[in-house]
């Protein structure tokens, strides 16, 4: 109990910080010198935790919490692509980003903290569930490929939340600064500004229908689970910034989130077949997973840059040759 009082504590503490430091005075543009620093700040954080977690609960404990941290803030590299939908779409000013990212993130972290309760406790109850998981990031992992083969692009759909608030709520025609309600002829309405935050914070949550269930699968602790979906989210807002266009040249980044994805659900049938007695069914160490994790993300990465290099390198040849 007391780890969850200061985990919470901590990180409300952190939020608070990054307010009062942020998003103080006038709204204003994110800089990639901001952004920088506190992506860095907040992988390490993430690692000074995982490190704690090592001295206080040992290695294994701390090679589950980083292999979930990994896993979670991959997956989450690939939801900014929608996020930059949503913002193009609600035409969202670049000064106003940050705190719109902010209000969302910390709505689908609540709301996650109660699917992973509810997970948690389910998993406990039904050991059975371990491979409707499984199957279900086969399935994944599958539509991911079949989609980028098929060069679908993302797109953002409003879910029934979203159109609800819309059809409940009288809204502004504009945005008023960042604020999210205003009075005006002696009536409260909303601004766009709450639309947006609602579409970042549900949508969030929506992928976490993978997510949840890949963690799962590197460990049942809900306190880690909790956790690396908690580090993972707090530096998404700057990295979003940080990356900007260069996420259009992570090519291959869905091969290797599908990749991650079916290794996982592999992992939690295996295991749940060797919990079952079944004698050829092996039990997978985490750290075969984090290993695995961590060199997918690299190579997907590099081979992604080096793609992009080369394009652009033909690119510029292509005039010439024509000449």
């Known amino acids: 109990m007391w780890a969850w009082i200061a985990v919470i504590a901590g990180l409300l503490v952190v939020i608070a910080v990054d307010l009062w430091i942020v998003d103080r005075g006038e709204a204003r543009e994110f800089s990639m010198k901001q952004?920088?620093?506190?992506?860095?700040?907040?992988?390490?954080?993430?690692?000074?935790?995982?490190?704690?977690l090592w001295v206080t609960e040992g290695s294994a404990k701390a090679g589950e919490f980083f292999a979930g941290y990994i896993t979670e803030y991959s997956l989450s590299v690939d939801n900014l692509f929608i996020f930059f939908i949503i913002m193009s779409r609600f035409a969202v000013p670049r000064a106003y980003q940050h705190k719109v990212l902010l209000v969302g993130i910390m709505l689908a972290l609540v709301m996650r903290g109660i699917?992973?309760?509810l997970g948690a406790a389910a998993l406990t109850r039904f050991s059975w569930l371990f491979y409707v998981f499984g199957a279900f990031l086969l399935y994944t992992a599958y539509n991911i490929v079949r989609g980028h083969m098929k060069g679908e692009e993302e797109e953002?759909?409003?879910?029934?939340l979203l159109r609800w608030v819309r059809r409940a709520f009288p809204t502004t025609n504009s945005y008023v600064g960042t604020k999210i309600t205003v009075k005006i002829d002696g009536k409260r309405m909303v601004t766009p500004m709450l639309i947006v935050m609602v579409a970042i914070g549900t949508t969030d949550l929506l992928f976490a229908l993978d997510?949840?269930?890949?963690?799962?699968?590197?460990?049942?602790?809900?306190?880690?689970?909790?956790t690396a979906n908690a580090f993972a989210l707090m530096g998404l807002r700057q990295l979003?910034?940080?990356?900007?266009?260069?996420?259009?040249?992570?090519?291959?980044?869905?091969y290797g989130l599908a990749f991650i994805l079916a290794f996982i659900g592999v992992k939690l049938v295996m295991e749940a077949l060797h919990a079952s007695h079944v004698s050829w069914a092996p039990e997978i160490p985490i750290s075969v997973s984090l290993s695995v994790i961590g060199a997918t993300m690299v190579i997907t990465t590099v081979a992604s840059l080096l793609k992009a290099r080369s394009d652009l390198r033909k690119g510029k040849e292509s005039p010439a040759k024509q000449i």
């Open 35 to 52: 952004a920088s620093f506190w992506v860095s700040f907040y992988v390490v954080l993430a690692i000074a935790f995982g490190i704690l």
């Open 240 to 254: 979003y910034f940080l990356l900007g266009g260069l996420l259009e040249r992570l090519v291959y980044i869905s």
């Open 211 to 226: 997510s949840i269930p890949a963690i799962f699968g590197l460990t049942k602790d809900p306190f880690i689970v909790f």
């Open 156 to 160: 953002f759909k409003e879910n029934a």
């Open 115 to 117: 699917f992973i309760a």
